[in-house]
């Protein structure tokens, strides 16, 4: 791949201008923006006519370098994604989240935080470093009161920001459009030139790295009569130089580079984080409204993955295995199913290597998502234990309706998009890593019986009667049809102390022969070998009872329950079985 350019660069920083619909982000972008790209401010005839944002808009900003960026000459460029607002297009909001360096959460200072300023606060929290709060639409503030209200506004926005990673984030009143969108273009903005001095201040240089595999999340595909077809996007890795070969993986098609352009600057190179045209030859630009390009056979179709995930605390109810939910991962969003594990109980506080899935290990199957509000925690409470111990890390397999095209640990996130946008409510559920994707079509066969995750069993059933010293008969552990055959060996305990081995059925009613081994009482002081002494009474008292009250009627026999205060001795049987084990063995550790 061709060496960068020796000029000194222009270094690029990507700023995301989310927020609420109308909130004035698109006028807030043009105000601030000296350059418009080809998909800069609603152009597409669809936003234009609908009087809202429907896609990404591109635009740019280019300013002295700030001291804090390093000595010498050079120019900084804010690269502003405008996302749009609508509830509908959260899809699109959170792929520009995820080129973004820097976030502009835009709120209409007559309104505070609206349901999407929320979800855009959750996406920021979920995929940005730094955020500024920009309070706009402060001409329609009376004068007399204006800087009572500005103030007003952000005491309530650095308290609704106090338990976020934004916590202290400066927050600046704007009016990216004085008079709304039909006054006069002659209407001075306010407060812009001071929200450029922030954004100067809170720019970093973000790490930039040109090697490994390039990839570029393209958001726009059109022709040019005469030149060819162009890829604008955001390169997420990686770099690209005039001439190389490109693969669109979703297509199975690879093309060369003819030529690129940087805000209709032609460059010959680009880097992870520039936004860049890519021009090539025969490519019908309606194949690709967006998606991924890559360097050739680098990225993989998957049906399936493994993700390490975290629950997004804003959304409400619990996020149950079996359940449905949008999953978007890197840049496109399919419907998947998921079923959630963790840690083997013993290993819920170990410390968990990051990004890396051990196949090695033990894993425990969840009904749901474990956290301090999920049912599992309830019934905890309830039965008194005091502290809920929660696993450090979860996992999900999620199950994907289509296959998706992705990089391997992107990023995921999990929605409710079917959620009525009206409702006031998160609808973002989960966010997390792709550790392992499945690219063959039969992974149920040739992937999933690697992934070692088990299901612990309780079966119970009561001792009926004594045999003799070494046996008893047991029922109600299994049903007459079950073939005993297969627990034949397996050990049960009893509720009064003592260890048997399952060994075999009794009858055709399933009733089974338990045999209660010798020298199993060795460490608690009982010298007799078998059933202990008590035990062996307490059966012999109660089956004699039974006998009886079998003679008499059957008013005698509800009394003589009623009366016995000896318990059943009860039978129980643990093991657990492995979720994609084909042959459905039962361990026992």
């Avoid at 009474?537 to 089956?543: D, F």
């Avoid at 979720?579 to 550790?589: A, C, G, T």
Wanted: net charge positive; proline share 5%.
């Amino acid at each position: 791949m061709a060496a960068g350019p020796a000029a000194p660069r222009v270094l690029n920083v990507n700023v995301g201008v989310l927020g609420h619909i109308d909130s004035g982000k698109t006028a807030l972008a043009r105000a601030l923006s000296t350059t418009g790209s080809t998909a800069a401010f609603d152009r597409a005839p669809q936003s234009r006519a609908r009087g809202i944002t429907l896609d990404l808009g591109f635009s740019c900003l280019r300013t002295a370098l700030p001291p804090q960026l390093g000595p010498g000459p050079g120019e900084l460029q804010f690269t502003l994604v405008d996302c749009p607002g609508h509830a509908s297009l959260i899809r699109t909001i959170i792929g520009g989240a995820q080129i973004i360096d820097l976030m502009m959460l835009v709120i209409d200072v007559t309104k505070g935080m609206q349901t999407q300023s929320a979800e855009c606060l959750v996406i920021g929290q979920i995929a940005c470093q730094k955020m500024v709060v920009v309070l706009n639409k402060i001409d329609l503030l009376p004068e007399g009161k204006r800087q009572s209200a500005i103030e007003k506004m952000t005491k309530k926005m650095q308290k609704t920001l106090e338990n976020t990673k934004f916590c202290g984030c400066p927050i600046v009143a704007v009016a990216a459009k004085p008079g709304g969108p039909e006054a006069p273009e002659s209407e001075n903005p306010l407060g812009v030139s001071e929200l450029i001095e922030v954004l100067k201040s809170q720019a970093y240089l973000p790490s930039r790295d040109p090697s490994g595999h390039f990839l570029m999340a393209v958001d726009h595909c059109f022709s040019i009569k005469g030149q060819g077809t162009v890829m604008t996007g955001t390169i997420l890795s990686g770099s690209v130089s005039l001439g190389d070969n490109v693969e669109i993986p979703a297509l199975k098609v690879t093309k060369k580079v003819k030529s690129m352009q940087m805000f209709h600057t032609p460059v010959t190179y680009a880097m992870q984080g520039d936004r860049v045209g890519i021009c090539v030859t025969q490519f019908d630009p309606k194949l690709l409204e967006r998606g991924l390009i890559c360097t050739p056979e680098s990225l993989h179709t998957i049906h399936a993955a493994i993700i390490s995930l975290k629950k997004i605390q804003y959304f409400r109810g619990a996020l149950q295995t079996k359940a449905k939910f949008h999953i978007t991962v890197g840049h496109e969003t399919v419907m998947g199913r998921v079923m959630f594990f963790s840690p083997a109980p013993a290993d819920f506080s170990e410390e968990i290597q990051e990004n890396v899935f051990d196949f090695e290990k033990d894993y425990l199957y969840q009904e749901e998502y474990l956290s301090k509000d999920s049912n599992s925690s309830e019934e905890n409470k309830e039965n008194d234990q005091a502290e809920v111990q929660l696993p450090r890390q979860q996992w999900a397999l999620l199950e994907f309706e289509k296959p998706v095209t992705c990089p391997k640990l992107c990023l995921v996130i999990g929605s409710k998009l079917d959620t009525d946008i009206h409702a006031n409510t998160c609808r973002l559920a989960f966010h997390g890593v792709l550790l392992q994707g499945m690219e063959d079509k039969n992974y149920m066969e040739t992937f999933l019986p690697k992934l070692k995750v088990y299901k612990l069993k309780h079966k119970e059933g009561q001792v009926e009667r004594v045999m003799d010293d070494y046996n008893v008969i047991g029922r109600s552990l299994f049903k007459k049809e079950t073939n005993i055959q297969i627990f034949v060996g397996l050990k049960v305990k009893l509720s009064t102390g003592e260890d048997g081995i399952i060994d075999g059925g009794f009858g055709q009613s399933g009733k089974f022969k338990i045999r209660i081994p010798e020298g199993i009482f060795k460490n608690t002081g009982i010298t007799e070998n078998g059933l202990k002494p008590d035990t062996k009474m307490l059966l012999t008292v109660a089956s004699k009872k039974k006998s009886k009250a079998g003679k008499g009627d059957t008013t005698k026999e509800d009394e003589s329950s009623k009366n016995d205060s000896a318990q059943p001795v009860t039978i129980s049987l643990l093991f657990k079985r492995y979720v994609f084990d084909m042959q459905k063995k039962m361990i026992q550790s």
